[in-house]
């Protein structure tokens, strides 16, 4: 099956630091989703993107869809505590309407 | 502006025991989809359905069962609880279409300990 790697597994930063984390996979997707999830509760969408080059962004957070299809970035700018959470990439190929989810990116933000 | 319930919230069973895992949306999706996630892990698809009377088995199915009777509707079924269905449930819904993307919205989750 697809395989979607997801770095880094976790991330302890300053508040105000910026934060990258991006997602791998090993086949050619045409959608790249970014959720959060928050503790206790079920991931929520933060940014879609559709096409190749795509670069999305929705308030401090940034993604980009990889030129190749087959990775994807998300950025965060001066982090604040709320922040905190697993932030989940998903993609989904031309073969069907399946998501495949990645780890998840475990970040911890320091007043 | 309810979006995907899920219900229980919680809930411990007995090995063996089996119990219904409600989901409903109303948001008139047709695609539904039931997930797990293990502590520390990403989102594994158990079952999904793409319009009522259809159902596919996902990556780990075995142990559930599905069923869509309605557009609304979509349970998941554990007959026989086993300790290793101790996770976080997940109940999503999309509508298919090039503006939406087939985005995949999510309930709250539902957690399911077998002892």
């Known amino acids: 099956g697809q395989q979607l790697n997801q770095s880094p597994q976790s991330m302890f930063i300053q508040e105000g630091e910026d934060v990258s984390m991006n997602c791998t996979s090993s086949?050619?997707?045409?959608?790249w989703l970014w959720y959060k999830q928050d503790p206790g509760e079920g991931p929520v969408l933060l940014i879609a993107?559709?096409?190749?080059?795509e670069l999305t962004s929705n308030g401090r957070l940034t993604a980009q869809f990889g030129i190749t299809r087959k990775d994807s970035f998300l950025n965060i700018s001066a982090s604040i505590p709320s922040d905190v959470g697993i932030y989940f990439c998903a993609g989904r190929d031309n073969a069907g309407n399946m998501l495949t989810f990645g780890g998840g990116t475990r970040l911890m933000v320091k007043p | 502006n309810a979006g995907v319930t899920q219900t229980p919230k919680f809930r411990i069973l007995k090995i063996g025991q089996s119990m219904t895992l409600q989901c409903a949306q109303d948001?008139?999706?047709?695609?539904m989809y039931w997930y797990r996630q293990d502590p520390g892990m990403g989102l594994k698809l158990i079952y999904y359905?793409?319009?009522?009377?259809?159902?596919d088995k996902g990556e780990v199915p075995n142990g559930y069962n599905v069923s869509r009777s309605t557009t609304e509707d979509f349970p998941l079924r554990l007959e026989l609880a086993a300790p290793s269905q101790t996770s976080v449930y997940f109940c999503?819904?999309?509508?298919?279409?090039?503006?939406?993307?087939?985005?995949?919205?999510f309930g709250e989750g539902s957690w399911l300990t077998v002892v």
């Open positions: 086949s050619i997707f045409n959608t």
């Open positions: 948001m008139n999706h047709n695609y």
């Open positions: 359905s793409v319009g009522a009377g259809i159902t």
């Open positions: 993107l559709y096409k190749a080059g």
């Open positions: 999503a819904s999309s509508f298919p279409g090039p503006s939406t993307g087939n985005t995949i919205y």
